[in-house]
């Protein structure tokens, strides 16, 4: 299966089980690969073909930026859901990762990536 890919994207955002991550928020970056045909607009080089990554990247910037979740895995779940519902997606695989998390020790981030796909009645590849 053929992937647009969507790296390093980084958003502001108030997720967090504790309160100072809620009020003072934090900087969050998400990785998304999205899974769908891409032998059409690879031949027409039409952009009504393909999946619009302007698209992609203000659907994922509306869920970091939007209403706090406490969970990172809600964050993620949110994301792919909305993608999925995106005509041409057959599959998402999403990555969030929040940089600033307080665990005792030295850690570059913490994160989470959810792999979800269409319903078709039969079993989808990963991505």
Known sequence: ???ILLKDMAFYGFHGV???ER???QPFFVDVEVLCDLRLPGA???LGDTLDYRE???IVREVVEGPPRQLLETVAEEIARRLLALGKVRGVQVEV???HVRLGGALGYAGVRVERWKESGGS???P
């Open 124 to 126: 989808e590849p990963g």
């Open 18 to 20: 504790q309160p100072e």
């Open 44 to 46: 027409s080089d039409r």
């Open 1 to 3: 299966m053929d992937r």
């Open 56 to 58: 992609v990247y203000g």
């Open 97 to 99: 990762r929040k940089p």
């Open 23 to 25: 009020e003072r928020g």
